[in-house]
């Protein structure tokens, strides 16, 4: 079946550091990846959608210039979490449609970011 | 109007019985349909997709569709404690594809 591998699983940074989460399609080519973030006890939020070769589609209300995605190639898509701070600790999911999956999403395994 | 709308719950059933969970949507020209399950501080996974009016059923779990009335449901038979998670419903219409906030579903020994 399709596989999202994403990590780090979990990591702790500083304040004011920068993060990068990588995720990659290991047996199928992802040409959209989407990108969601989870606060405890809440739904999936979309962060944006990002596409190979081109930019990103921010949803509303997240900044673009914080939250850096890139899409190089057909089976990696990475976040970076520039300048971090405490309110974005989150659980940060990736996710890419697949063939496998009957075209439903398949998600990645999850980083849980802690900004102390 | 939110475009996928689910009972946060929680729902509680005993092992062995029966759990439904429901979800409605709100765009008419919705397509396709999943149900994730997801469990504490994990990502969520495929259970079943069903695209057509009526009932799927793969193992424990049956999906039904209703695109009439606009509701798609999850039945759980013989309920486990490890199903206790919470089931989130999806909606793809178009390009768009929207989550439920979820149901949170407890199995009780």
């Known amino acids: 079946g399709a596989v999202v591998s994403q990590h780090p699983s979990w990591v702790i940074c500083k304040s004011g550091t920068s993060v990068k989460i990588e995720c990659r399609s290991l047996d199928f080519q992802a040409t959209t990846m989407f990108w969601y973030r989870q606060f405890p006890k809440q739904s999936l939020m979309l962060m944006a959608t990002s596409n190979e070769g081109s930019k990103a589609t921010y949803e509303q209300g997240v900044e673009k210039d914080k939250f850096l995605i890139n899409h190089a190639s057909l089976t990696l898509s990475t976040l970076t979490v520039t300048s971090a701070h405490p309110e974005d600790s989150s659980f940060y999911i990736c996710s890419a449609r697949s063939v496998q999956a009957n075209y439903g999403y398949t998600f990645g395994s999850g980083t849980r970011l802690t900004v102390v | 109007q939110k475009e996928v709308e689910q009972n946060s719950g929680p729902l509680s059933v005993p092992e062995g019985a029966i759990a439904s969970l429901n979800c409605t949507y709100s765009?008419?020209?919705?397509?396709?349909f999943f149900w994730y399950r997801q469990y504490s501080g994990k990502s969520p996974e495929l259970i079943m997709s069903i695209y057509s009016n009526g009932d799927k059923e793969d193992g424990r779990f049956t999906a039904q569709l209703n695109k009439a009335s606009q509701y798609v449901s999850l039945l759980i038979r013989d309920s486990q404690p490890s199903d206790s998670a919470t089931y989130l419903c999806a909606v793809k219409g178009g390009n768009q594809f929207y989550f439920g906030t979820g149901t949170s579903l407890t199995v009780i020994p």
């Open positions: 765009d008419r020209g919705s397509q396709s």
